[in-house]
């Protein structure tokens, strides 16, 4: 894992940049979103995909490609977390006391 981290720090930057802009801009663009099925779905698939990292199961270089992926994936994660708080700080801020 470090050696994820090191060799590809700016692709992990990059990543939690576009988070933190994909973040920023969601707060002003509400969509329906995702049925709790659908939700549970994605969540059983990562988790899934983190277990199978863990325990090694994939080898290789497809093993790599996933440890990646999901390092990116988290990066994008945390970024969209912290875009889309900055951004509620923000406009919460800007609206007049009622």
Known sequence: ???LVSFHIGWLIGSAL???CMGWI???QRGNGTSKVTARCLAVLVAALVAA??????PGRF???LDLGLVLFA???VGCTIGAWLRYWVV?????AA
């Open 18 to 20: 576009l988070g933190f």
């Open 63 to 65: 093993g790599y490609w």
């Open 92 to 96: 919460s801020r800007s609206q007049p």
């Open 75 to 77: 990066c994008y994660l």
């Open 53 to 58: 990292s863990f325990a090694h199961v994939i």
């Open 1 to 3: 894992m470090p050696y």
């Open 26 to 28: 969601s707060v002003v």
